[in-house]
């Protein structure tokens, strides 16, 4: 069986991002942290709420992330788009825009509730094209203001 993993290259920071995410998401867990002689974590393995990662502690040559790889977040409620917002963008964490946001690592999320989805795909084109201009003027995602724009009010 083929699976794939997303395997993320750190500086220094392994073990601190590990248990960073893992605190972050609800069903999530550290796995297996590897250690060289020195005691110094070099490669770790983790799940968030199901999807498993593998990290390195690879040093500086190739770390950092760009936008061009995010992790696309599903939400149902706006509890939950404040809290996983709040959680990411602590420490150093940076919002964009249109539900995008940095962590402290640098590393790129969406959290985009399900009703956005349901907004845009709405057959009605004028609702969609107003919630797609209310979320393009957002940076953390609003359902409220995205169901009132699409509304008309």
Known sequence: MQTIT???????????????????FKDSKAGEIRRGADGKAFGANWELNGQKFMGLNGGPAHAGFTETISFFVKVETQEEVDELWEKLTADGGEESQCGWLKDKFGLSWQIVPTALEKLLGDPDPERSQRAMQAM??????????????????
């Open 6 to 24: 997303p395997f993320l290259w750190f500086d220094d920071n392994l073990e601190e991002a590990v248990r960073f995410y893992t605190s972050v």
């Open 136 to 153: 393009l003027k957002m940076r953390k995602l609003d359902i409220a203001a995205l169901e009132r724009a699409a509304n008309g009010k």
